[in-house]
């Protein structure tokens, strides 16, 4: 692949004009990247600067020969320019923003960002070294290697260029290079729009810090973020460019290739060796279907976050048969955070940032009903308990077969009447698609004893009031 775009940008002027289409996206974004910053970009997007992004590709892509000498000159003068501009304490605010979101990108995209940039800014050859030692260091990496390619047409004058319209139409029909542009767009809209600070995915109500990590999947931007919890509350750590199902998300029967929406855990962490190379550096499997899915009727299983084939850095933005696939040294990274069963994993269309006093408030309002949940169950009213169950209640855990719900109602109030009970380690993960739901994870201990169980509850809501529909007794 790199070998066919490095010999046809190399040898086709009218490539460089028309079929570029890569090479005059990274110079629009990377000037949005330089001049205005990573956030104020997520808001505001001035035609202007996408404008001259453009035009600075064009003209260094199509002038006749003639003309050659005349732009390169232009070309000289707009790259002093900027190098002026960029003292400005405007762009060193930019630059400042830039830099910190490059600091939550993986090395090698946060290398190839840096080139985007350097381009962006007028600084052809920089950028030119910067993507040489970037393919150098990472030779599977395919967007790297296009984007070198780019960088090395620009280097060619046109005089020295032969054109081949068959072979530039090829190019462009190529799914492949689609694909490229694709993983290209969205890396750059997922470091252009950052979280705002202070905030967490709307999912994450309450996490409690027996969790020390969270996952938070964003499909449409292909973006997957890990959130560190702490005293503080969650704290986004760093992010990753990810591959999503062929046919997009919303997983719903076996063999569909969608990537499930929801609220999930990690179940185990799969030996690499274990494993054929096409999972990469690892496997880290997740509940698929949970409960909530099963009651929905969906099916499928082996749903997991794994790695790429030791020849592929990455793969396109849909690429996977519905699980989640991260670049080798980002899955390493990963693979040193999670904790087997504590670690939610969120996959959502989009994610909805909010602020975390937001977050705390609306876990608040979950919070009663639990609380009532509670005290029905210590006053020992089975009728007043039964409210809180649907009909079609189920209960799991490791060692036993799910029982229905109401054969256990009594076995519930034996087992906490007028017991003093504390709950401990509480989290609410909260998911809205139609339904509104809640994945409640506790730890209960009644006065006097030192242990108890952990239970993690499934509550659906309905008009004004919360139920439950499964719970798993974990331990």
């Not at 005349?70 to 002026?84: I, S």
């Not at 395919?142 to 260029?161: E, I, S």
């Not at 020992?380 to 490791?398: I, M, V």
């Not at 008009?463 to 529909?469: A, D, I, Q, T, V």
């Amino acid at each position: 692949m790199a070998d066919i775009v490095r010999r046809s940008r190399l040898r086709n002027p009218a490539l460089r004009r028309g079929a570029n289409m890569l090479a005059a996206l990274m110079a629009a974004s990377a000037l949005l990247l330089a001049t205005h910053g990573t956030a104020a970009a997520a808001s505001t997007k001035p035609a202007s600067a996408k404008t001259s992004g453009a035009k600075a590709n064009k003209a260094s892509a199509s002038l006749p020969a003639a003309r050659e000498a005349k732009a390169r000159a232009t070309r000289k003068a707009d790259a002093r320019n900027a190098a002026a501009a960029k003292g400005a304490p405007r762009n060193r605010a930019a630059a400042a923003s830039s830099s910190a979101a490059l600091q939550q990108a993986s090395s090698a995209e946060a290398r190839l960002i840096a080139v985007y940039e350097l381009f962006g800014r007028g600084q052809p050859r920089p950028a030119l070294a910067k993507a040489r030692d970037l393919v150098r260091d990472y030779p599977n990496f395919q967007l790297a290697q296009l984007v070198y390619a780019d960088l090395l047409a620009t280097q060619v004058p046109p005089a020295h260029a032969f054109s081949d319209a068959t072979g530039i139409g090829r190019l462009r029909s190529d799914p492949a290079m689609a694909d490229l542009r694709e993983e290209s767009r969205r890396r750059l809209q997922a470091l252009r729009e950052r979280p705002p600070a202070g905030t967490v995915p709307s999912q994450f109500l309450a996490l409690s810090t027996r969790s020390r990590y969270a996952i938070a999947v964003d499909a449409s931007r292909s973006r997957l973020y890990l959130l560190e919890n702490s005293d503080k509350g969650l704290q986004l750590v760093a992010d990753y460019y990810v591959s999503v199902g062929k046919s997009g998300i919303g997983k719903a029967t076996e063999g569909d290739a969608r990537t499930p929406l929801g609220v999930y855990y990690v179940t185990s962490s799969l030996d690499p060796k274990s494993l054929r190379d096409f999972y990469g550096a690892g496997a880290l499997p997740i509940n698929y279907p949970n409960p909530y899915d099963v009651r929905r009727g969906k099916t499928g299983s082996g749903i997991w976050l794994h790695g790429t084939p030791p020849q592929q850095f990455s793969r396109a933005p849909l690429a996977s048969d519905g699980c989640v696939v991260m670049a080798n040294p980002d899955l390493k990274q990963l693979l040193r955070k999670v904790q087997i069963g504590a670690t939610p994993v969120v996959t959502a269309p989009s994610l909805q940032w909010i602020p975390r006093p937001q977050a705390e408030k609306e876990a608040q309002t979950f919070t009663s009903a639990i609380s009532a949940w509670k005290d029905a169950r210590a006053n020992g009213n089975e009728a007043q308990l039964k409210k809180f169950y649907l009909p079609d209640f189920q209960r799991s855990s490791s060692n036993k077969k799910n029982t229905d719900g109401f054969s256990v109602l009594h076995d519930e109030v034996e087992y906490a009447q007028g017991k003093r009970v504390q709950f401990k380690d509480m989290s609410f993960l909260h998911w809205r698609d139609g339904d509104d739901t809640m994945v409640a994870t506790f730890g209960e201990v009644f006065e006097g004893e030192k242990s108890g169980r952990t239970r993690r509850q499934y509550w659906l809501r309905q008009g004004s009031e919360w139920k439950l529909f499964h719970e798993e007794i974990l331990g």
